[in-house]
């Protein structure tokens, strides 16, 4: 199988480069203005200086250039299993996957380099689930462009269980977070993709140097074969233009991130990465109410595909609808009705953090700004929402005969808003929305609230009583019109 190596030029045709901005300087209304909510691709710079990782993973190379600190990575996070990526086997649509200790990764890496007993394959660190592992040891400091990331913040608070076919599948929303480190010597890569559930991420080099080539959206047709199954998985390949008859229109995005730059990956955006040095990497997948809907059509499509793909078995199914649910979270990592959880979740914790806010009181200790951060959210969740009202999935029929698996799906809304979980989601969106519009000072200092009735971290009314004034328009939730419903109720009572 021929390998990604790209020597620093590729065959595509690079019509562009990524722009790079001052990440000190920027503010984040600018950078929501300017690359989350247009979906743009952007480097950030100035950004990584005071992280522990760049000074105390790396060693001082030629110039003013750091390389990966081997030894000193295998001896402080000794790992006993991480996953490793072969890049020169393929396997399915995806680099084939080996398991090994931190000391066997790096004692591997370091005879490549020196070109000493290594069986020769060019092995790559990937999705090591640091901060999970490492809880103690603060790598970096997640930017506060980054920090509205519902997918995280939920999985933090809320660990699901279902059942173990599905369960250990590297997709799955219940996998333990979507925070990685990367770590790989010159010459490895990451073939052709869009990122998990069409999520955005951020990636940090904490040396190194990687070549990445970005296909828009709006071209992401040409990289698929023409029943629209299989994408193109290494761009540098002759890629064959009887199976991929589009590929030779695409127009790229080139850009080379040096270390310490930061890079933001947009919604939906295929690209493809190539390590130019020994590099380390910090990378995080998110969602939030600015890419909401490119989750949803994502589950959409893959749902039309599950279901078409069984269609012909409809007829002598009990229940097809689960079937079909069950696949798509297998395929996708979700299915509707988790979505449809995790949105009212959020939706409940953004009408909760906005009733807070109204009070008078309240104005000089959480700006407008706040404010309009939820509303913005319950916006993009009521959009959301009222698309997934006429789905097969939500019908009155599959709602009444759906199985115990999905039931979570509906609920009381006076339990969710006293599941422990429900109250640590609370917690880190009211933190994050601090940290965003106040900084990191401000975010530590807030206060548990103790009173009856408010969930609230960061509330100072003496008489609040959230719960009531969300339960005076709903108490149950039976789908998405419901939810629907209640985002109106709460935003007309302000
Ligand atoms: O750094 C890499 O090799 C791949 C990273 C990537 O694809 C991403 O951050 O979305």
Known sequence: MAGGSCGGGSRVKVVGQVERVDGATLS???????????????????????????????????????????????????????????????????????????????????????????????????????????????AYTTPTFFADDWLNMYLDSHPIHRDSDIANHTNEINCADYRFVYMGPKGTWTPLHADVFRSYSWSANVCGRKLWLFLPPSQSHFVFDRNLRSSVYNINDDVSEKQFPEFNNTKWLECTQEQNEI????????????????????????????????????????????????????????????????????????????????????????????????????????????????????????DVASKMVSTEAFNIENICNISEQNRSAFSDIIKILEEESFRRLLVALSKAYNYIDRGQKDCLKMKDSSQKGCLSVTCLKPDCNVVGDIISFMREIHGPMDLVTLIDSALSDR
């Open 28 to 138: 984040y209304a600018e950078f929501v203005d300017r690359f989350m909510r247009p979906n743009l691709p952007v480097v950030l710079t100035g950004l990584t200086s005071s992280w522990r990782s760049c000074h105390d993973w790396t060693l001082a190379a030629a110039a003013d250039r750091r390389a990966p600190d081997l030894d000193f990575l295998a001896r402080s996070f000794p790992s006993p299993l991480v996953q490793v990526a072969d890049c020169s086997s393929r396997e399915f649509s995806d680099q084939k996957r080996l398991e090994m200790s931190m000391r066997e990764f790096v004692d591997h890496w370091a005879a490549s380099s020196s070109n000493g007993d290594s069986d020769g394959s060019l092995l790559y660190l990937k999705d090591w689930h640091f901060v999970k592992e490492y809880p103690g040891y603060v």
């Open 263 to 382: 890079i933001f990956v947009p919604s939906g955006w295929y690209h493809q990465v190539h390590n130019l040095e020994d590099t380390i990497s910090i990378n995080h997948n998110w969602f939030n109410g600015y890419n909401l809907h490119w989750v949803w059509n994502l589950l959409h499509e893959d749902y039309k595909v599950a279901k078409d793909y069984i269609e012909d078995i409809r007829d002598i199914c009990d229940d097809f609808e689960g079937l079909c649910q069950r696949n798509l979270a297998a395929n996708t990592g979700m299915n509707f009705y988790d979505f449809f959880v995790f949105i009212t979740r959020f939706a409940l914790a953004n009408i909760v953090e906005l009733y807070h806010i109204q009070n008078p009181k309240d104005t000089d200790f959480i700006s407008a700004k706040t404010a309009n951060h939820f509303v913005y959210n319950l916006m993009s969740i009521r």
